[in-house]
């Protein structure tokens, strides 16, 4: 048979009725990769004797669910997942495993399920943790009905739980005030302007470190914000407290319009840094996403119009602020609005001006 190993996965190469063929199967297995050749030579109308038997995969019943998540991770699909999504399948996979592994895929009952769910709340395990697994474990069996390894998906008829994971954590005044002073202290400056920017113009990691020195025009007091998560770039107004970070941080450094103003910074290590910041600080339960949180809440208690708050926050819908925000009152520009986050400026200028000599 003309299979041949390249990379990861298996090629074949074929000569039909006087034209070549060189394709990849996409199998990592060569036992997948004789059944993917043999289905394409009698897509081709041309199916040697010796091929006619190659479609008998193995009998569902005779595949463990080991195996079955074995061959649906070597599979191509599950290469191009992003590794993120890799690792958690994997771990999902193991509490499976760990229970029902030896068992035959065909055997595993939604009783059986049931009980390992039971566990789970019994331990304490979040819902939407529990949920994430069983998910995992409903398209591990489509998967393999959809490739004839198993006959039936236990998980079919599931119920999910639907889970509220809204995080309800802000930074108060006082924490704020620890982590920028801190961050002072260690003379982490570009940390203390990331910060900065999710607390008062709701930045996200990806946005504020993909930030270029075209995107800030200090004498307009405003920022662009060009990399975003529902891909719309996003002019924000600057607060006093914004607009003094940014031209300390700027001052002095000869950036280029299209130079990016935090080189070398990524999202994970803005990450890294704000959880040591805040361990070391005793602060407990509190995620850098959490800055763009208090940022909104604050305007929202401020009583600023839900609608100014969407623009401000980056949402294409108000309906994501309605659980925060009750009563909304037009008020005239966005640059007012951000003029309310200024109530800390004092204290903050006094954190800018501990680090001067």
Known sequence: MALFKR????????????KHYRESTGCAERNEAEV????????????????ENLYQRPQASSLTLEQLVDK??????????ALQSQRRYRTSAKLFLDKLGNLPADEITTD?????QKDRLAEGINTSTIDRDFA???????????HEYCKKNPVKNWLFEKANNARTRRLS????NLILAEMKKENLNGFLTITVL???????????????RKNIDLEERTITYEVTKNKTPRVEPLCQIAYMTLEAWLKDKNFSPQDYIFPGITPDRVTRIFIRITRKLGIKDLRFHDTGKTFTNRLIEAKADIYSVSKL???????VLEKYYLNPRILPSLSEEVAKLDRNLSQFVTILESGKK
């Open 313 to 319: 926050s980056g949402h294409k819908s108000i309906s």
């Open 173 to 176: 005044d006082e924490e704020e």
């Open 198 to 212: 999710g607390l008062y113009t709701r930045g996200r990691r990806a946005e504020i470190t993909n930030l270029r």
């Open 72 to 81: 649906c991770f070597k599979h191509r699909s599950f290469s191009k997942l």
């Open 36 to 51: 993917f050749y043999a289905k394409w030579l009698l897509k081709h109308n041309h199916v040697p004797p010796q091929t």
């Open 7 to 18: 990379g990861r996965f298996y090629w074949f190469s074929k000569n039909i009725g006087g």
């Open 136 to 146: 995992f474990l409903r398209h591990l069996f489509n998967w393999g009905i959809d």
């Open 112 to 116: 059986m399920l049931e009980d390992i």
